[in-house]
């Protein structure tokens, strides 16, 4: 499963930020990612965690151009889908572009390299916010059938919008569909 979320700033700009369930969608996430997708990726240094991605609008370069509250968004996720991490009241993460990722044959699921360790940014993230993930948590959207296929899908594409037009027309179906799998998860433990 990939799990879509959507990050507001204060400046009325909404930001689509991506997570993948386990170390095995977050290897989908990298291979299957591309340059035009303008992905920022953020992980928690020396500690399991998801692979939290967000995406930068055109105009944005790097991270320095994104407002200070999305950024405290996705080291938030990043630090609540870490085991370890989320239970100290400080943890450092990584943070850099989707490009400077690198992964080969000999690395274990959810493992990665960097092809240069000059683009790695490090940030702070402290105390475990809620109020923050209870909100990010109202936006998500979740994609959890034939998800590989999905990400190829959007591979072949190269359109640095796919997800986002993706999202905008299929929004409903996929929370029915989430539904529909926690009410026969629900079913059947009751069984």
Known sequence: MVYFYKSESDTGRSYTVVLGKDKFENDMLIKHGYKELNYVWFHADKYSSGHVYLKLKDDEKDLADVPRDVVSDCLQLCKANSIQG??????T??????INLRKNGDMKPGEVAFKSMRKIQKFQCYARDNKVLNRLEKTRVEVAENVELFLHGARKTKDPDFFDIYLANNTELLLAQEQERKAAKKAKKKA
């Open 86 to 91: 989320n239970k100290l009241s400080q943890c």
């Open 93 to 98: 993460m990584l943070v850099t572009p989707w």
